[in-house]
């Protein structure tokens, strides 16, 4: 089994009870999906325009929690887009946004019940979300980075 | 008043070349030391609030921040330094006595650091641990006069004694001075590391009770939390009669500290202070401290061994002789570098004397009284290493406490300002916002990591003086040779000199 | 055994992978009278905007068909159903046998009856042909008229106005989309459509087109004369139902269908826009003409076609709509009845709306204007009919989400996904 589809039903998970609020995990998912990958000092220093953070970070203090894409078995956003550009990988369980077919008509904001997919008007309009780092070898940059161990990556039930 | 003429400790120096505006520093900074300034797209910090406590440094993504002490300089004088100008400054603008956190750092010898150890060369071989069986295994509590054996099984039952892997304990440090997460990241490391760590005494919370057979249980002059629940759910007793960090002095947890759980777990009213008187009111002599020894002993069955722990002060051998006559079966003795979650500046760097002088004093005069076998002795207060706890037990001690030590290998960073309450690495304090910065599981598998490498670390000398078994150093002074002691300064640590 | 369906878009598309996620093997046979690949109607609007091109606009990629084991018999209409011997006859006379039927027709244009509605450049706003058509009139300078200030006829003012079409849109009603929109926010709209020179004329109605046998202009109600090169109708759609009137299909506005999405004759089943199914909100059956609707109808027939036993009882409104620099979104009640609370925020200096239906302890209905994000919180609420008794007080207010929930809801939420 190769490493995509052994992290077929893999999903990132939070333990509210040691965030710490730091947001290191949206400083470095912008940094994992920007064209300088992870290099955090060209991607905030060179691009004015950076792609949106990925995960939602929630705060309420003292609670807070990072949320991504929970990469439904039954995807809303899937079913609900009206252009066929957001779908799931059948192998590797991934809900990834094609951006070329995408047309920003924000109906996957209206449907996903996790509420993590963003508008990104960057360069075209299109809907930003979670891809699990598929192209690091499944290996989140928020995850990594996370320096309380707060985030994880578990396979679900 | 509004002109201090305090200036700032230190400086914080961003790389603008390295900083990427994210932002993390001013999320982190309890101090409120990093600000961002939206109109100019920069960060900027408030020298004045930093206390060096590196969480910032240490979060930073982009290694874009230096914190230095400022190099401003009063003019040299040998008598006025700069800590003598600073602390009148502030006492003249505040009228109050000086606090401080952790322990003594004034430069006073360290006599650890003045005794070197022994290694077997050809007459004695040496023993390499990781091809021979060494046990660090050690006992704590009252033996017999003498063993009566047979059928190869001792005969009587001993009294209690507490078993621990490897001759280290974490001291006393109570659910209030630090927070929940580190309460429950010692406990989950001692548990694990099969040694035992220690509730201070600010009670028990009911979610570490699982952790009862590592735990010691405190009782202190204020018996916060203590009722027989608590008492027995612990594997030993600890009367505190002294910390080392503040010899003479009691303990006060301020009432804004006291939330539900550190209420429910003192056993006092929300909002209150946690006043620790500085005497236990029913001790005014050994006949009284024998009464509380054996009133615990009483109350949990003769079933768990009682310590008492007091702080190395000047008569400290002559005292600790009536402890063990008291019916002690583990003495603590915390030096005067032992750590502390708030202490009177002076006190701390005033009061009391080094550990090394004191357990070589006490396991002397327990020898020559023959009463050394009655108690185990603990040594704490200041022990930085392996190689200190490995000197200690030459100099007489059965274990020792770590507690600056483990707070360190959870990311404590000695800026010595747990009174304040905003611990940024969520060691020191209570506000939930800084306590979650503690995560538990990192810090006990730190703490695990840290006990892991020490006992390597003492097996290896160990085997270097061939020895096989820590049962055997237990004073063996023979081990040690000083360097750079007066002949008073070995004569009281009762060592020969490098050469002798 | 075969599986026939009729109808090429959302719907037959939810079924195919409704039938897959059983049977991989029996033949799938799509019936469609447009020539194209399945294609999203509503992309429609963004192609006539020049967002995209008629290569992108494909719903499912090309491989679609062949991947499932589809036989696609496009741009042949299907006249007629002949529900005993169970055969679908095509326009060419060909007789195409089902073991299985699924009608998902959608729907057709409702067409006023004005005078002078059958002039050349007349269109209506539905069908890739339509905007074909519209597209070559539609040039800078040239000038418009809209006529229903409904989702798609605003959809078409966008596309327009992005084409530098001058554009009038005129609708019977006293605000935009009346069906979702209440007076503030219609305003809203109305604001922004004015901001990108649009001629909004409420109230009032077209009498008739004018022209010879090309329109040039209407004539409205209140006298007035406008003139235009070409107009685009969008006054409703309703269920296209042509091929089965007058059978034994139980039909009221639409094809009625149970939650498993069977009509009353066995081996028959209906979704998509011209299905009545279950609103849920409702209570009763009515037709939901939305996209996550037609395709959650289909992937539901189609599974039930395979021998499935599923349910889709959870149907309701739901709609995202950007509209020039707007987005607007909104589900489930949009009406103020007995019973029904309401909550509103409006921000004058963000231009963000927030409207809230609440009905005992449930969200029923929604409506945010440019503050959209994370609506889908909203939805879910309203779809799983959660007491929101004990956070009712933080919907809409700023940084709603899952922590504005209690931790043992939210963490059963964010632990189950």
Not at chain 2, 410 to 433: E, F, L, R, S, V
Not at chain 3, 106 to 111: A, D, E, N, R, S
Not at chain 3, 371 to 376: E, N, V
Request: net charge positive; aromatic share 6%.
């Amino acid at each position: 089994m190769n490493n995509l589809s052994a992290a077929a039903k893999k999903r990132i998970y939070a333990k509210e009870e040691v965030c710490i609020g730091c947001r290191l995990c949206e400083i470095y998912c912008i940094a994992a999906h920007s064209q300088y990958r992870d290099n955090l000092i060209k991607t905030f220093k060179k691009l004015t325009k950076r792609p949106l953070p990925r995960i939602v970070v929630e705060e309420e203090k003292p609670v807070s929690f990072g949320l991504q894409c929970r990469h439904c078995d039954e995807p809303e956003c899937v079913k609900a887009c009206i252009t066929g550009a957001m779908h799931k990988d059948t192998e590797t369980g991934i809900v990834t946004n094609d951006i070329e077919r995408c047309i920003g008509c924000w109906t996957c904001i209206l449907a996903c019940p996790y509420g993590v997919i963003k508008r990104d008007y960057q360069n075209k309009k299109i809907a930003s979300k979670c891809d699990l780092c598929m192209e690091s070898n499944m290996e989140p940059a928020c995850v990594k980075n996370c320096p309380n161990e707060a985030l994880y990556i578990k396979a679900s039930s | 008043m509004s002109f201090s003429l305090l200036t700032p400790e230190f400086i914080v120096e961003r790389n603008d070349e390295r900083c990427i505006r994210c932002q993390v520093c001013v999320r982190q900074c309890a101090n409120l030391v990093h600000m961002y300034d939206q109109e100019e797209d920069r960060i900027v910090a408030d020298d004045s609030k930093c206390v060096n406590c590196h969480r910032c440094v240490a979060l930073c993504p982009t290694r874009a921040l230096t914190i230095r002490r400022n190099p401003l300089e009063f003019k040299e004088n040998a008598n006025w330094t700069t800590s003598a100008i600073r602390e009148i400054y502030k006492q003249a603008e505040t009228g109050g006595i000086l606090l401080t956190g952790m322990g003594n750092d004034r430069p006073y010898p360290v006599y650890w650091d003045h005794m070197l150890l022994n290694a077997s060369q050809v007459t004695n071989p040496s023993i390499d641990p990781l091809r021979e069986p060494m046990e660090l295994k050690t006992m704590l509590g009252r033996k017999p006069e003498v063993l009566n054996v047979e059928d190869g099984k001792v005969k009587e039952k001993l009294p209690p004694q507490l078993k621990l892997e490897i001759p280290v304990m974490f001291s006393a440090m109570s659910f209030g001075s630090i927070s929940f997460n580190t309460c429950q990241a010692l406990a989950m490391a001692a548990s694990e590391a099969g040694v035992m760590y220690n509730t201070g005494e600010g009670g028990l919370h009911k979610d570490l009770r699982k952790y009862g057979k590592n735990t010691i249980v405190q009782v202190a002059s204020g018996r916060f939390g203590v009722d027989v629940d608590y008492l027995q759910a612990g594997a030993a007793i600890e009367i505190k009669i002294g910390q080392g960090a503040k010899p003479g002095i009691g303990g006060h947890l301020p009432g804004e500290k006291v939330m539900a759980e550190i209420s429910q777990t003192r056993m006092i009213p929300i909002g209150s202070d946690a006043i620790s008187p500085a005497p236990h009111h029913d001790i005014y002599s050994i006949e009284d401290l024998r009464q509380l020894i054996y009133s615990l002993k009483e109350a949990t069955d003769y079933q768990k061994p009682v310590s008492v722990k007091i702080a190395a002060v000047h008569n400290v051998a002559a005292i600790c002789s009536g402890i063990a006559r008291a019916g002690a079966d583990i003495i603590a003795i915390d030096g005067f570098r032992g750590g502390t979650g708030a202490a009177p500046l002076r006190i701390r760097d005033n009061v009391g004397i080094p550990i090394e002088f004191a357990l070589a004093a006490v396991d002397t005069r327990l020898r020559e009284e023959g009463i050394r076998n009655q108690v185990s002795l603990v040594c704490a207060g200041g022990i930085r290493n392996s190689a200190d706890i490995i000197k200690a037990i030459a100099l007489g001690a059965d274990a020792v406490y770590i507690g600056q030590a483990a707070l360190i290998a959870i990311g404590c960073h000695m800026c010595q300002k747990c009174y304040t309450g905003k611990c940024n690495w969520g060691i020191a304090t209570q506000d939930p916002n800084l306590v979650k910065r503690l995560n538990p599981e990192i810090a006990a598998r730190r703490l695990i990591n840290l006990l892991h490498a020490w006992t390597h670390e003492m097996k290896e000398m160990l085997g270097g003086m061939g020895i096989n078994a820590i049962e055997s150093l237990k004073g063996n002074r023979l081990m040690l040779r000083g360097i750079g002691l007066t002949s008073r300064e070995l004569d009281i640590l009762g060592i020969k000199a490098a050469g002798e | 055994m075969s599986y026939v369906i009729i109808g090429n878009s959302v719907a037959a598309v939810g079924a195919v992978e409704g039938i897959r996620k059983h049977d991989k093997i029996t033949p799938i046979i799509i019936i469609s009278d447009e020539p194209y690949h399945t294609y999203s109607r509503p992309l429609i609007s963004y192609y006539l905007g020049g967002k995209v091109t008629q290569d992108k606009m494909y719903y499912r990629d090309k491989n679609f068909y062949k991947a499932n084991k589809v036989k696609p018999i496009l741009g042949v209409k299907a006249e007629q159903v002949d529900f005993d011997k169970k055969e679908v006859i095509l326009q060419d006379g060909r007789r195409i046998s089902y073991t299985k039927l699924l009608i998902a027709t959608g729907g057709k244009p409702l067409i006023p009856p004005l005078e002078g509605i059958e002039k050349k450049n007349v269109f209506n706003f539905i069908k890739l042909d339509d905007v074909k058509n519209i597209e070559r009139l539609a040039r800078a300078g040239s000038k418009a008229i809209v006529v229903g200030a409904s989702f798609s006829g605003l959809k078409a003012v966008e596309a327009l106005v992005q084409r530098g079409v001058r554009v009038t849109v005129i609708d019977i009603m006293d605000r935009i989309m009346p069906r979702v929109l209440d007076e503030t926010a219609s305003l809203i709209a109305l604001k922004c459509l004015v901001k990108y020179g649009v001629e909004v004329l409420l109230n009032t109605t077209v009498e008739k087109i004018i022209g010879d046998k090309i329109a040039r202009g209407v004539l409205l109600k209140d006298g007035r004369e406008l003139a235009c090169d070409f107009i685009i109708l969008a006054v409703g759609v309703r269920c296209n139902i042509d091929l089965v009137k007058g059978t034994n299909l139980n039909i009221n506005r639409g094809i009625i269908v149970d939650t498993g999405m069977r009509t009353n004759i066995p081996d028959v089943y209906a979704a998509g826009d011209v299905a009545e199914g279950y609103n849920f909100l409702e209570q009763r059956n009515i037709e939901i003409p939305i996209i996550p609707n037609a395709y959650k109808q289909g992937e539901t027939a189609g599974e039930n076609m395979a021998g499935a036993d599923k349910i889709f009882d959870r149907g309701f409104v739901m709609n995202s709509m950007p509209l020039l620099d707007l987005s607007i979104v909104s589900a489930g009640v949009s009406t103020t009845g007995e019973g029904t609370n309401i909550k509103a925020i409006y921000k004058q200096d963000t231009n963000t709306y927030r409207k809230f239906y609440i009905r005992n302890k449930n969200l029923v209905g929604y409506l945010l204007i440019n503050d959209i994000d994370r609506a889908g919180i909203y939805t879910d609420l309203i779809k799983r009919k959660v007491d929101i008794s004990p956070f009712a007080d933080k919907l809409g207010e700023e940084g709603f989400g899952f922590i504005s929930l209690p931790k043992e809801m939210r963490k059963q939420i964010m632990l189950e996904g």
